[in-house]
Structures are given as C-alpha cells and as structure tokens.
C-alpha cells in the first residue's frame, strides 16, 4: 500500500520499460489503467526523450515511468572494435555488405544534459538500470520530487540501492528478459532466480520490493506478492500487446513455441536475455569477442538491417523473459484487467 | 489435494533427497511429522539402500520416498580421465598426494539388482534424478504400486515426464542446490527459474507439480502453491537440522552469508549447484577437463579427503541452493511445522 501511495498508482504493477519495442503510447494505456506505464529513454536522443513525455502529457497527467540506462560510458580501444568486426566478417561476406568503420555509442547513459530538458517536466518515476547515477546527478534528480527506482539482481545490489537512497527496489530474477539490471558483479553466475531474489529481498530490504522476471499472468502476480512484493513488473506479457511497437519479426519468434531464450552480449555487449537465433547459436550467447557495451551494437547493426529485409531474424535481439505464458494479441488495459485479479 | 492422497501425506511437504548429507533419519523425521521424507539412494551400495529401508521401518510404517539416479552409465576413456588428474595434479602436488589410477564410479544408476533389493518393501514413492529408467525396469516398478515421481527442469522436460507416466512432476527450478535434473538437454541455458518453470509446469501438465528450487520458508510456500504447484519440495532448509548429517564443515559454509553459490560439473561430471570454493573458483566453475558424469568424483575424493582433515573446505561439494533464509538449527519437526503456516 505504501508504495502505491509513493508511486501515486491504483493498481500495483509497473510495466517494464521495454527500449526498441514501445514508446509513451505503450505506457499511456498502461497508466490510463491505474498501473504505471513506463517510458525506456536508454536508446532515445535527448529530442526524442521530451518529444515522448510531451506525447504523454498530450493525452494523461496520470503518472508515468522514465527509465534510463546509467553505465559508466567506457572508451573503447579499436583494437577492440577490429576483433569483433573480425568476428563478424563471415556475415558481411555472406549478405555482401562492407563494415563501417563508425563505432558510435547507440545508448548514452543518464546525464545533466538529459536531465536538464526533463527537469522542466518533473517526472513523477525515474527508473535506472546498471545501479545509479553519480550522487550529484542522483540528489539532483530527487530534488525535483522523482521518486527513484532501480533494479538489484542479487542481494548485495538490493541493499547496495537502499543505501544509495532509492525509494523502492525492482528484484530483477533471472527469468527477466532483456539487459540484466546487474552492476556490482559481472558474474553471471551470481545472478539469482525470480522466487529466491525476491523472498530475499523482501526479507532483507526496509524499502518496498518490486518482483520483476517470469511474471506473466494473474497467478504469477499473486505468488510475487506472497513472496513480499509490493508490487510487480511486468514486460514480456506486454510484447504482444495493441500499443507495443514490437516489430513482426520479433512477434513471429515470440509465437514460436519452440524457441528457447538465452543470456547473450552479442547484440550490445552487455548480458541479456532474449530468444537464441542463428547469430547467438552460431557464435555463442556470450562471446568473448563482443567489446564493451554499448559497443557492440554498431557492428551488428548493418547485418540486422540486411537480413530483416529478407524477412531473417538471424541478428536481431529478440528480448523476451522465460515466461510468454501471458502473451496475447489484446490491449494493454485488458492485460492490466487480467493481471489484476492476481492482487 | 490429489497428490496428497497419492503420496499418502498430510502436509504437502516433500523434504528433498540430499546425497551425502542425510540419511533415514531425516526422512524418519519428516515422515512423521506428516510430510514425505526421503532418502537419497544415488551414493549408496544395493546393501546400504536396504539397510536404510529396514532402520526407517524399524521406527514408522509412514511413507516414505526412495531417491534414485538413473543415468545412462557411460564407458569411460582412459584418455578423459588422465586429462582429469593433469588439471588436478598441481593439487596433488600440493597437498603431497599421489593420484590414485582406480577410477571407480561412485554413483550407480538404478537397476534391476536393487530393484530386486527393494522390491519386498514395495517403497510408497520412488523418486528419479536425470530423467527415469528404460520402460520395462520403470514398469517393473510401478507394478509394486510405488508412486513414481521424477525432476524436470525445462517445459520439454516436464511434458515428457508425463508421456512417460509419472504421477508427479518436481519442477526443479535454477535455484535448486545439488545436481541439475537436466537430462533432454545439457545445455545449461535451457534452466529456468523456480517462478517461471512452476508457473509454466502446472499450465500445461495434468499431473501434479511439486515446486522445488528456493523455497526455503512459510511465505515461499504460500508462492509455489500460489504457483499452481500441489506440493513443494525443500531441501535447503533441512541442512542445518538436528537430524541432518551436514558435516561441520559444510554446516560452516552455509553459515557465511557472503558465501556465493554456482553450477558447477567439477565434483561429478553433472552440473550441480553449491558454494563456490577454492577449486571451483580457480578452474571455474563450469570444466571442460571434467569427465562424463559419475567419473569425476575419484580423482577429487582424495584432495577434499586430504583438505577435509587439515579442516578446509576447497574440494569439498558445499550443495545448497539459492535461498538460504531457512536454514536454522532446530528439529524437522518444528521446520514442518514452521513451513506449513505457508499452506
């Protein structure tokens, strides 16, 4: 309840910020149901963040999330970028195309830039992902009255948060798809199941726990709360969903019941769970040669374009969680209708 | 409800069979206490698993559940094996130990011999690791009437579980300790957390789930049931139990909350989940020179021998799961019943 009250929401669930598959529409109609709608800014130009809160405000002055990405923006040595183009080179053979040599970042991490042109708009939620920002941009950002989320994947990344000052913690399970919320450890062994992580956090947190991974239906949604979550997050079931942009190449693989997913950094250089193509099957989901996210997302991006055009799947990410048991062709706020009579 | 009766049972508790640290009077403990104890065969010689049979009922005429491994038992190359010892030799060196060149399996699967062992006790419940024994020798078994259960630890597992005529399903999610079910896929990737492979089980299967993997206390039982499952299955929670044989060492290990868990195939050729020690730390946890399953056990045993007694634990298997909020030094009796507020 208290964490209803923080996040100024009606029903508890958050709909997970899905970067590349939705935009304010998704989250409109997922705020308009008394839930909270969640905007991913991680892949977005500074333009294209207010553009999309504008879009929002058009239409709602309901609450809505915005969710950043807050990796530390490494350099890159080229040495690096040649091996993974080398590693590549058998695919731009094989769709006879040539490597570029632009090795731009496509995700920029949170900054006083962005947080600049969003400050006029004081948005109720910010989410981050890969732990915080610097405490400066931090105490900036919560001076504006945003109350703060971000995902801990592990224990240690829980308590860490709370330390840190966020206001509610999203329990990121292993069964979550896409990017792996992890930051104090790059070991994927450490990374810990939905069920585990979240009956331990809540254990162990003062502040309210957000279960997130495998979470697909109204049972699930009922046994998150049994484990002491005070509310869900939700993506996956949302793919398939009327105002979701996911492209028709990733809701044929979504349909597939026999697709398998995986953890994999091939597509952005960080660990992230999505169904395993032909790229992930042939080179490994996690390959030693992909350079430091964001880094790896440039490269592969020509070959994605290219062989989407021939209808090909083979290098596009295909984020999804372990669970598409809730994916259906319907509208967001049915799907919130549904998951509701789990709470 | 169903499984209840087909167990026999009055709490839908099954205690997980846990090789190495237990013995029947855990299960005798159990048992009595109106869930179903049960007692790992996997390690044990044929006279040993009758001798088991005959203490538990000398004390209860309680059911019980006999734990099997059922593994195809591979030949293997003498050439795998001295790999094994090259990788192990710098501990040999250490340790002042000469390799010793027996490399007898110290896990047999079931098979006709013990069921001829056991089959005048006609056991209540037989549960199978790494998929179930060749149809006639499974038959033989249900002739008996003992109920047959077995793990599975993907979707495809489960369904083929079911084809085959079990009567229960352990779904054995990722965050289970001790060895990975796995048995229609070796690739570890296919494992899914506890959350999502419940939630997914008790979908699509017409026979029963039994939830297992980080259910450690009342709550998580509320959420496995919540799940869909019938029954949970718990292991960790036992091991620090009057009743249990943990060794001090092991109990030590458990007790250090900073100790992390990994999947690791070093101890036995399988994949199977425990605290990260020494030797998994430094070769990884994940082995390429470890031999096929049972064969990677004789050339460790003497180093944990050796490390045992100076009181270290760096080639000792430390199984355990990933939520250790259970563990307490109490009777099983009192964790029964402390688990079934959950119901």
């Known amino acids: 309840m208290s964490l209803q009250r923080l996040l100024n929401i009606d029903v508890p669930i958050v709909q997970a910020p899905m970067a590349g598959v939705q935009n304010w529409e998704l989250a409109l109609a997922v705020s308009d149901s ?11 130009s500074p333009d294209q963040i207010v553009s999309e809160i504008v879009e929002f405000r058009k239409h709602s002055s309901r609450p809505f999330n915005l969710n950043f990405f807050c990796h530390d923006m490494p350099t890159v040595e080229q040495q690096a970028l040649d091996r993974w183009s080398a590693c590549l080179q058998p695919y731009y053979n094989e769709l006879g195309l040539v490597p570029n040599s632009t090795n731009a970042a496509t995700r920029l991490p949170f900054s006083h830039e962005i947080a600049d042109l969003i400050e006029p708009y004081a948005p109720a939620v910010i989410s981050f992902h890969f732990g915080l920002p610097e405490p400066e941009l931090l105490n900036r950002v919560k001076g504006w009255g945003s109350t703060i989320l971000s995902s801990a994947t592990t224990v240690a990344e829980g308590l860490w948060l709370e330390e840190q000052g966020v206001e509610a913690v999203i329990a990121q399970g292993a069964e979550a798809g896409g990017h792996r919320g992890m930051f104090l450890s790059s070991d994927l062994s450490t990374q810990v199941g939905t069920f585990a992580l979240v009956s331990q956090l809540s254990e162990c947190l003062s502040v309210p726990v957000i279960a997130a991974g495998g979470i697909a239906t109204a049972k699930d949604v009922k046994a998150a709360l049994a484990l002491g979550a005070e509310a869900v997050q939700v993506g996956t079931s949302f793919l398939l969903c009327d105002e979701a942009k996911t492209s028709s190449i990733h ?17 952005s250089g960080r660990p992230a769970r999505g169904i395993r193509n032909r790229v992930m099957q042939e080179l490994g989901d996690m390959v030693e040669e992909a350079p430091v996210f964001p880094f790896a997302t440039s490269a592969i991006a020509p070959l994605r374009a290219a062989a989407e055009s021939q209808g090909k ?20 706020s049915q799907l919130i209708k549904e998951l509701q009579e789990g709470i």
């Open 313 to 332: 799947d083979d290098f596009t990410p295909l984020w999804v969680g372990q669970n598409r048991n809730g994916c259906k062709a319907e509208s967001a």
């Open 34 to 44: 008394g839930a909270l709608g969640s905007i991913p800014c991680g892949m977005l």
């Open 251 to 267: 809701k044929q693989a979504l349909m597939d019941s026999d697709a398998t997913t995986a953890v994999t950094n091939i597509f």
